[in-house]
């Protein structure tokens, strides 16, 4: 059962116009809320808490009851396929860390910024266009909710969410830019051979070492034959070589500690260790390693204008032919 979360926050609902939908207001949606508490159609799980220290409350988290589930399984019309997606909400987003939390951040438009909305808005016209969807049995739907639940960052998988948002990072247009929100980003990758479109069945191509050989490319540098991971450890702990090499990639900083998604329990070596061969194993672009998100989302940018192009971008254009 999918839990869902509402922010009991009245300046949630105004302080930034840009992300609010003016629709959408703290006395309605308190008023709508409270009426399905009343009416024992949802359950609260866990009642927000107000920080008096930070002035920060927490979103309140509840879940649907039986006598709402079965309503709505009573409905002649799926509302994945009958409700449209509202184009009004922003869809080219800007966030910023402030004290640890990521917060949206207000934008002036610009000819960058028009580009990436109007860009995205023709994709997500597309993908309306089109039913994406995926062939599972009843019986096996248990047990892809056990794995969802089980994931460390899961993510129900909502057919409804059928368009996409561009989301940038660290208060900079320079950063990040990834697509973000759609139902098929969160589908467990053994699940994803099932995927369809318009009843017809797709074909999932791994390309292997995509990343790396993406930053050799951009570089004019030749990465060789030998295995981007492999080479690290002698063949051994690919898949750990795999995460520290993403996570240098994208860092910032000396990362003088080890991620707290990297388990190291297994390898004989410490973090520093790991850090330092892999760098000394990819001496053609060492420097590239350690210098934050710009690095990489330039990179994108100049394999862009040399015709590569992403599995994203390929689903996209076999949809609009």
């Known amino acids: 059962m999918r839990e869902c979360r509402i922010s009991k926050r ?13 629709l959408l207001t703290y006395i309605r949606t308190m ?21 008096p220290e930070t002035l920060q409350q927490d979103v309140t988290s509840f879940i649907p009851r039986d006598e709402l589930l079965e309503r709505l399984s009573e409905t002649e019309r799926h509302p994945a396929i009958s409700v449209q997606p509202n184009f009004k909400p922003e869809i080219i987003i800007l966030r910023n860390t402030v004290d640890g939390k990521h917060v949206l951040q207000s934008y002036e438009d610009t000819p960058a910024t028009e580009k990436y909305r109007l860009n995205l808005q023709k994709i997500n016209s597309c993908f309306l266009k ?17 794995n969802i639940v089980n ?64 930053l050799y490319f951009a570089n004019h540098k030749e990465l060789g034959s030998e295995d981007a991971y492999d080479r690290v450890l002698d063949g ?20 003088k500690t080890c991620p707290q998604d990297i388990d190291l329990t297994k390898i004989a070596i410490g973090w520093a260790e790991l850090r330092d061969r892999i760098i000394s194993s990819h001496k053609p672009i060492a420097d590239l390693f350690l210098m934050g998100p710009e690095i990489t989302c330039n990179i994108r940018l100049a394999v862009s204008k040399n015709a590569l192009c992403c599995s994203s971008l390929s689903v996209t254009n076999l949809l609009c032919r």
């Open 151 to 214: 994931q460390k960052n899961k993510h129900s998988i909502d057919l409804s969410q059928r368009t996409l948002a561009r989301i940038f990072v660290n208060g900079s247009f320079k950063q990040g830019g990834r697509f973000h929100h759609g139902w098929f980003q969160h589908l467990p990758s053994e699940y994803r051979k099932y995927t369809t479109i318009d009843e017809k069945r797709t074909t999932e191509f791994d390309l292997s070492q995509f990343g790396p050989h993406l």
């Open 10 to 22: 009245s300046g949630h609902y105004f302080e930034n116009p840009q992300y609010s939908d003016p």
């Open 130 to 146: 089109h039913w994406c969807d995926f062939e599972l049995k009843d019986n096996e739907i248990p047990t892809l909710e056990a």
């Open 31 to 51: 008023a709508v809320f409270d009426g399905l508490v009343k009416l024992g159609l949802i359950e609260v799980t866990l009642e927000s808490n107000f920080d």
């Open 236 to 255: 051994e702990h690919r898949t750990v070589v795999k995460q520290a090499f993403n996570a240098m990639i994208q860092a910032s900083s000396p990362m």
